[in-house]
T-cell receptor
């Protein structure tokens, strides 16, 4: 079975440019999470969706960040305009929410390494 | 609020020996889950093992076992018979009523030949 798919795997862009990260969750999973990993802050949740609906976006840094999930098999995280401090690894993860929130294993994609110059 | 603490930034272990990676947690949820993930130098996050707060038995998955002590709020990962391929960063994570994972700062494990 295919795992979580993310694209691109690497992105180098210049400050001020728009960046779009893409994620395809595992088929059948109904929760999707976007995380960011940096040396300074570690792994932190940006936003998560359940059944394509954003549930918690309190981790989104600011208005420059936006995320969408138009259907069960696709999500995007957009940064516009990008800044050097956005440089990080962005992970997408998915899980199946069957009601027992504490036992839902999240499976991660390979991540997108973003460098903003 | 949920918190995970991993106090060992780095650990060394000899190949074929066992190693314990420490993890303590804090949560106000009655029902919660504890997870361990492995992140090799290639960067992906690999799920290793899960322990539910109401599970009476410690979780095991092959060479991985989770030493769960609920009263002490600890969920240590034990890796038996270490292999060179076990060298990686290991993250402990907590989930509760909110579905998102709260991660610790990680432990960098190095397996020596």
């Amino acid at each position: 079975d295919a795992g979580v798919i993310q694209s691109p795997r690497h992105e180098v862009t210049e400050m001020g440019q728009e960046v779009t990260l893409r994620c395809k969750p595992i088929s059948g999973h109904n929760s999707l999470f976007w995380y960011r990993q940096t040396m300074m802050r570690g792994l932190e949740l940006l936003i998560y969706f359940n059944n394509n609906v954003p549930i918690d976006d309190s981790g989104m840094p600011e208005d420059r960040f936006s995320a969408k999930m138009p259907n069960a098999s696709f999500s995007t995280l957009k940064i516009q305009p990008s800044e050097p401090r956005d440089s990080a690894v962005y992970f997408c993860a998915s899980s199946f929410s069957g009601g027992g929130a504490s036992g839902e294993t999240q499976y991660f994609g390979p991540g997108t390494r973003l460098l903003v110059l | 609020a949920q918190k995970i603490t991993q106090t060992q930034p780095g650990m060394f272990v000899q190949e074929k020996e066992a190693v314990t990676l420490d993890c303590t947690y804090d949560t106000s949820d009655q029902s919660y889950g504890l997870f361990w993930y492995k992140q090799p130098s290639s960067g992906e996050m690999i799920f290793l093992i899960y322990q539910g707060s109401y599970d009476e038995q410690n979780a095991t998955e092959g060479r991985y076992s989770l030493n769960f002590q609920k009263a002490r709020k600890s969920a240590n990962l034990v890796i038996s018979a270490s292999q060179l391929g076990d060298s990686a960063m290991y993250f402990c994570a907590l989930s509760g009523s909110a579905r998102q994972l709260t991660f610790g700062s990680g432990t960098q494990l190095t397996v020596l030949p």
